[in-house]
């Protein structure tokens, strides 16, 4: 693979035309590494992102839930969950909305929680996680 020049019966060597390719070849592999390792961190910070979003969103309707078993059906609709929290140091946004009633039946409630979150430095609207429930009155 390698050329060799002679230039005494005892000096060989490698054309600079073999490194400058040498070069190319290994700095080309080389970006194509470095873009799947920034791919593959994006992806888990976003994937991280989306995992606390999901807790926070369940931890309120758990909230809600010990709500009703604790003060009964009435207190969820009565209930301030507030219109929008703002959560971990302003990096995450909840909002919780309860309807009464759902699908025109009284004996059913909704709860919807959603959470939206920072990415470099904006709000990311579009990939916010929403967890619903309905709770049935059953007092």
């Given amino acids: ?3 060799t020049f002679t230039l005494n ?11 400058f390719l040498s ?5 080309t592999v080389m970006v194509g590494v ?19 979003a999901t807790n926070i969103s369940k931890s309120r309707l758990e909230r809600a839930r010990s709500l009703v078993e604790t003060s009964g059906f009435s207190a969820l609709t009565q209930a301030d969950f507030g219109e929008v929290d703002t959560l971990l140091g302003s990096d995450f946004r909840r909002s ?4 009464n009633p759902h699908a025109s039946n009284t004996r059913l409630t909704k709860v919807e929680v959603e959470v939206e979150y920072k990415y470099r430095g904006a709000w990311k609207e579009n990939a916010a996680v929403t967890m619903t ?6 007092e």
């Fill in 133 to 138: 429930t309905v709770f049935p009155n059953i």
């Fill in 96 to 99: 919780t909305t309860v309807t």
């Fill in 34 to 52: 470095l873009a799947v390792m920034i791919h593959t961190v994006t992806m888990s910070t976003l994937i991280d992102f989306d995992y606390t």
């Fill in 9 to 19: 019966n005892n000096q060989k060597g490698i054309t600079l035309i073999e490194v």
């Fill in 23 to 27: 070069v190319v070849i290994i700095s």
């Fill in 1 to 3: 693979m390698w050329r």
